[in-house]
């Protein structure tokens, strides 16, 4: 079974002064917190809830994806 860790993660700082967290290869795999650490930890546990229920549907989670950063100077 695959676990938070073996997917690519994003924190970033999020409009209202706070951080989300989310990982790119899983749709609605996202979560906030007032920092990154909170937000993290939060991803954990949605990263938990988004994996019971392709577990329940019998639905394997979707592979990693490779993200490329890009600095438009």
């Known amino acids: 079974m695959k676990s938070l860790q073996d ?3 994003v924190v970033r700082p999020d409009s ?3 951080f989300v967290a989310y ?4 749709a609605g795999c ?3 917190g007032a920092t990154p650490d909170e937000a993290r930890a939060e991803l954990v ?19 990693d994806v490779e993200l ?6």
């Open 45 to 63: 546990n949605v990263f938990e809830m988004i994996q019971e229920e392709y577990l329940e549907a019998g639905k394997l989670l979707p592979r």
């Open 7 to 9: 997917y690519t993660t």
């Open 30 to 32: 996202h979560a906030w």
């Open 16 to 18: 209202n002064s706070t």
């Open 23 to 26: 990982v790119p290869a899983i």
């Open 68 to 73: 490329v950063i890009a600095n438009g100077s």
